[in-house]
């Protein structure tokens, strides 16, 4: 099993549709968690981190469930500047520094 | 400007070569990390530094070498012996928990 697995999507939408990408982690001492976006033949970027109480950055909605060992993110009003491939990443303090677990990506595509 | 900067963006290998990364940051971020990205996967961690003078493999080390002399400067090297060189590799820097990365240097082996 893969310790973060996304579905690989692609997920095409329509411009102004609402999307959800979903996220699970197999090790729960996993500590803090972000959502990453790249954009293609790019470095990923930092998009926002994942609290356990949510957070909100304008039309992204991020969730976290430490229970479920899940991890979501919301993208209202699709723009198609959203097109990218959005990484989650699960963060865990080991051995005296932080490891960063990195799942292989959903790929959005967002059209006219 | 703060940031990271890898060189090249495109590096050529030939059979046998070794070949080093550039990876120079001026955001004065202890931590340093190498990561290999192939194709539908997620970014592997080669190897780390959270202190000049001082490294440690990550998981996917082998065939792979580093150096951190500096606190600006962590270099790459892809020595022969990794048999499977092909990929985006990407540089990142930390001070706390939050990565931040270079744009990468794509490696092809003629």
């Known amino acids: 099993r893969k310790e973060v697995e996304q579905d690989p999507g692609p997920f095409n939408v329509p411009e102004g549709a609402t999307v959800a990408f979903n996220c699970t982690y197999s090790?729960?001492?996993?500590?803090?968690f972000f959502w990453y976006r790249q954009d293609c033949r790019k470095e990923p970027k930092l998009l926002m981190s994942v609290y356990s109480s949510g957070n909100e950055d304008g039309r992204f909605t991020a969730q976290l469930n430490r229970a479920s060992q899940y991890i979501s993110l919301l993208i209202r009003d699709s723009k198609l500047s959203d097109s990218a491939t959005y990484l989650c990443v699960v963060n865990m303090f080991s051995g005296g520094y932080n490891k960063l677990i990195f799942g292989a990506g959903t790929r959005l595509a967002v059209h006219p | 400007d703060g940031g990271i900067t890898q060189s090249p963006k495109y590096l050529f290998r030939k059979e046998g070569q070794n070949v080093t990364l550039s990876c120079e940051q001026n955001?004065?971020?202890?931590?340093m990390y190498w990561y290999r990205q192939d194709p539908g996967q997620g970014l592997r961690l080669i190897y780390y530094?959270?202190?000049?003078?001082?490294?440690q493999k990550g998981d996917i080390a082998e065939g792979y070498s580093v150096s951190r002399e500096k606190k600006e400067s962590f270099p790459l090297t892809v020595t022969s012996a990794q048999k499977n060189p092909t990929a985006f590799y990407l540089c990142?820097?930390?001070?706390?928990?939050?990565?931040?990365f270079g744009p990468g240097t794509r490696l092809l082996v003629l």
């Open positions: 955001l004065n971020h202890d931590a």
């Open positions: 530094s959270q202190i000049v003078n001082d490294f």
């Open positions: 990142a820097s930390s001070m706390w928990e939050t990565q931040y």
């Open positions: 090790n729960s001492a996993s500590q803090s």
